[in-house]
């Protein structure tokens, strides 16, 4: 058997498929963990759907992350500081202009950004019917100053452990 052969014997044993979609798959964690989001799926649940692969996703500092879901990689993740401005951007680079301008706008118009959790200082949706379920409320104190807000009961329940250890 010649080198060659056993180059190619090799390759053969390589199952691409699950490779690539293993660093795929990476990338795409990377993306969420970029954006402050615990995992891709919470990411894309949290994103406003602009369609052909694109996504909107109002951070919680009020600005907006614009990203395509395969094209990532070659193409960064763009924020804008307003809304208005990607506005202007969308305008000018995707010409969108009559029905589908007016839908973009009143969807943009009806966007609230994320929150942050108190506890893993992830981004979450406020309006997660999962959360809404449950009944999970922001804790406003007013002496302090300070609101308190969980993405999950896990990290509410953490929370207090981790203030009785400390107390
Ligand atoms: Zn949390």
Partial sequence: MSTGDEWEDA?????WSTLLNEVDHELMENLALELRFRTYEALKQSSLVLGEGYYLTHLSDGSFAFWHEERYVQ?????FETGQLFIHHAI???????????????MMGESRPLKVCTFCEFQFH??????????MEEIVDEQ?????EYC??????????????QG
């Fill in 75 to 79: 193409e960064d993740v763009t924020f």
């Fill in 152 to 165: 999950s009961p896990q990290c509410s329940i953490e929370a207090m452990v981790s203030e009785m250890k």
């Fill in 11 to 15: 390759l053969d044993q390589i199952d």
């Fill in 92 to 106: 000018e680079h995707f010409h969108l202009e009559g029905e589908n301008l007016e839908s973009l706008v009143y």
């Fill in 126 to 135: 406020p309006d997660d019917p999962a959360r809404r379920e449950l009944g």
């Fill in 144 to 148: 302090e100053g300070t609101i308190t």
